[in-house]
C-alpha cells in the first residue's frame, strides 16, 4: 500500500517541463512558505522533519498532485501548527478571506510491525530483501523496492528511524545502506541501469546469497 | 483539488504569515534572513567550487571520498540537508544521476533548494524506472554500454555527482572549470558544459 507521495515507478506522466535561469523562489509566498517551514523547529511543540514530510505526505491525493510543490509545503506546515494549537483554521480562513484546506488526519494506527535495531546487522555486499510492510503512517522505503532483494553498496551512519520520528516516538536511530537493485529485479526489464535506495536497518532482513 | 472557495495560494501564505508575526511567533527579520539562506547563500556555484577543486587537488579529491561532509565543510559549505554528504564520482564506465521520489530531498549547501522540474511529478516518477529515456529528453544521450545508477534519496544521504573533467581543461583555473559545473551536472542530469 502505498501514499499519493510514493511516486517512485508510477505509470502515466508526462514530460518533464523544464524552466531556463529559474529563480529559487517564484513568488513571495513561495519564500513565506520555505521560512514558515525553516522557523518551524522554534514554533511547535513537537516538530521531526518526518512528522513535516508526513504532514504533506496527508494531503488529499488529488489535491496533492494538482498543486505546487511550496503550496504542499504550506499545506503541510500549517496543518501542524493548527494540530498542535500554534494557529487556529478559523483565524487563518479569515485572513484569508477563503477555505484553507489542510492535510488528513494522521491515521489510527500508523506505524507497521518493525522491531528496532539499533547495531548494523548487515554488511556491504551482502544481499538483503527489503520488508514488503505496509504502514498507513510515515515510512521512507519507497513502495517500489518493498519485497525486493539487492545489494548493499555502503553502511551510512545512524539517524533517526523515520516512522517513529513521524509520530511521536522515542528517539530510534538505526544505520541506513545503500542497496542497488537491479532493473529485472525492480520492474522486470533487461537493462545495465541500476536504482540504489538508502533504507534504514529495520527495512530489511538477510537474503540468501 | 483546491475547491471552488479556497483563498488564493498567495493570500494563505500571508495569512499564516501574519497570524504568527501578530502573535510575535516570527519576526520579519527571521524570516528575511531564511530566504536569504535559501536564495543567496545556498547555491549549486558552491557545489561547483567543490566539483573544481577535486578536479585539481587529488588530496581533496581523497578527502571528498573518505568524508564529503568534512571536505565541502572545508570550503564552508555546511548547514541543513548536508549533514551527511556522499559524492558519486562519475566514469567512463557509470553515471550518476540523483533523484528524491518520495519528497524533493536535495543537499541544499552545495546544491541549492531543488528546481521546479526536479521537484515535479514527472521527473520523480520517471527516472528511477526509465533513467535512459528520461536523460535523453533532458537532453543527455549516454553511450548504450554505459551503466546509469539512480540514486534514490530515501534516507539522510545527501548525494552530489562529481562529473567527469571535461578534454581540453588541462591548466584551467579552479574559477574557469567551476563556471563549466551547472547544477544539471551535479545531479547528473547533464555533463558539465562544452568547453
Known sequence: MRGIHDLGGMYGFGPIVRETDEPV???????????????????????????????VERMAP????????????LTGITTLLVEQGVLDQADLETRAGGAFPLALPVAAAPLADLPPQSDARFRVGQRVR??????????????FCRGKTGTIL?????????????????RRDEHTYHVEFTARELWGTDSIDTVVVDLWDSYLEGSAP | MNRADTAPIAARAAAVKSALLDKGLLSAETI?????????????????????????????????????????????????QGEYIVVLENTTERHNVIVCTQCSCTAWPVLGLPTDWYKSPEYRARVVREPRPVL???????????AIRVWETSAETRYM???????????????QLAKLVTRDALIGTAMPLPT
Open chain 1, 154 to 170: 555502503h553502511v551510512a551512519p545512524k539517524f533517526a528511524f523515520p516512522d517513529t520520528a513521524a509520530h511521536g516516538g522515542a
Open chain 2, 136 to 146: 535523453r529528453e533532458l537532453g543527455l544521450d549516454l553511450p548504450e554500454d554505459m
Open chain 2, 32 to 80: 528575511d534572513h531564511i530566504v536569504h539562506l535559501g536564495a543567496e547563500e545556498w547555491r549549486h556555484e558552491n557545489g561547483a567550487r567543490v566539483v573544481a577543486r577535486a578536479w585539481s587537488d587529488p588530496a581533496f579529491m581523497a578527502r571528498l571520498r573518505a568524508d564529503a561532509t568534512a571536505a565541502c565543510a572545508e570550503l564552508g559549505y555546511e548547514g541543513p
Open chain 1, 130 to 143: 527489503v520488508r514488503d510492510y505496509h504502514p498507513q503512517g510515515h515510512t521512507r522505503a519507497p513502495g
Open chain 2, 161 to 175: 555527482v562529481i562529473p567527469l573533467r571535461p578534454a581540453g581543461t588541462e591548466g584551467w583555473s579552479e574559477v
Open chain 1, 25 to 55: 523562489f517564484h513568488a513571495e509566498w513561495q519564500a513565506t512558505s520555505f521560512a514558515v517551514l525553516m522557523a518551524a523547529g522554534s514554533l511547535l511543540p513537537d516538530f521531526t522533519a518526518d512528522a513535516y514530510r508526513h504532514s
Open chain 1, 62 to 73: 488529488a489535491h496533492y498532485l494538482s498543486v505546487h510543490y511550496y503550496e504542499r509545503m
